[in-house]
């Protein structure tokens, strides 16, 4: 296999979706964008001229790594409680040349399984990194959260939130920030009146959203391993538009699927 085969046409994957699953009518706005975009995006030679890669799979760690190809059909019944802090508002958007973060203030804390996590930061992978059923999907969005380990010497206990998104109508979450993410990898820029209640698309209740579980890591070093995932069901939209926005800042940057081993994802 040589190297190009690793290249990842983003916008395409995006597309086939969009045009298998998504358009059931001749006139399709979103697809229409998403296609102008893809053919905005190839070199001369009709390839796509991002250089960014797939991180490729690792040698090193455990049998509990992330992200997964989760098959809808094989979870278990699992029990978990779930709530969002009132005011988790985010104060920062920085271009970290890898991703785009957002960073929330202190206090910002969500609740999980009777366990209050300080929720730190949110940040893009272009495509996603979690497939459902084998699915791609064009972004995932992560909100990383924390709480100190059960002792000193234990790794902090992660809780990730992952959102699914795919192409469709415009995001108002993302409207707000798109356009202040800074072009130069290492800056930052403040933010205000950027709630995180808004990333949800209109229609889902964010507190009340449906999710898969399961045990798993960190997506990029170390690849620790002691992060309780949970990936919502419900698929968020965003425009093709804002999409490509934040690939561009990032370049491809999802890792690959890794093994479930014994594991097992509950809902
Ligand atoms: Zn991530």
């Given amino acids: 296999m040589d190297s190009r085969s690793f290249v990842v046409p983003t916008l395409a994957i995006g597309i086939a979706f969009s045009i298998g699953i998504g358009c059931t009518s001749k006139s ?3 697809c229409e964008e998403a296609t ?15 250089g960014h890669h797939y991180t490729l799979p690792g040698l090193d760690h455990g049998l509990l790594q992330s992200p997964v190809n989760i098959l809808s059909d094989e979870t278990e019944a699992g029990k978990h409680h779930i709530r969002f802090g009132e005011a988790n508002e985010a104060e920062e958007v920085a ?4 991703t785009v973060e957002l960073s929330f203030g202190r206090g910002s804390t969500t609740e999980f399984d009777g366990k209050v996590y300080e929720l730190l930061q949110l940040h893009f992978h272009t495509p996603a990194e979690h497939l459902i059923d084998g699915i791609t999907y064009p972004m995932e969005v992560h909100l990383v959260h924390r709480r100190p380990g059960p002792a000193a010497f234990d790794p902090p206990a992660y809780l990730v939130l992952a959102l699914l998104v795919r192409m469709g109508a415009s995001n108002a979450f993302l409207a707000e920030f798109l356009d202040a993410i800074p072009t ?5 820029v403040e933010l205000h ?5 808004d990333v949800s698309r209109p229609g889902v ?21 002691s ?12 425009g093709p538009a804002q999409i490509q926005r934040i690939n561009l800042l990032e370049g491809d940057n999802a890792r690959h699927v890794q093994a479930l ?7």
């Fill in 193 to 197: 009146d950027v709630f995180l209640r």
């Fill in 95 to 98: 271009n970290l040349g890898t």
């Fill in 227 to 238: 992060v309780d995932w949970l990936i919502a069901k419900e698929i968020v939209e965003a």
């Fill in 36 to 50: 102008a975009l893809v053919e905005e995006a190839k070199g001369s030679d009709g390839e796509p001229v991002s």
């Fill in 261 to 267: 081993y014994s594991r097992e994802i509950d809902e």
């Fill in 184 to 188: 130069q990898p290492g800056e930052a």
């Fill in 205 to 225: 209740d964010f507190d009340n959203m449906h999710y898969y579980h399961y045990r798993g890591s960190l997506t990029t070093p170390p690849y620790t391993e």
């Fill in 28 to 30: 399709c706005p979103p």
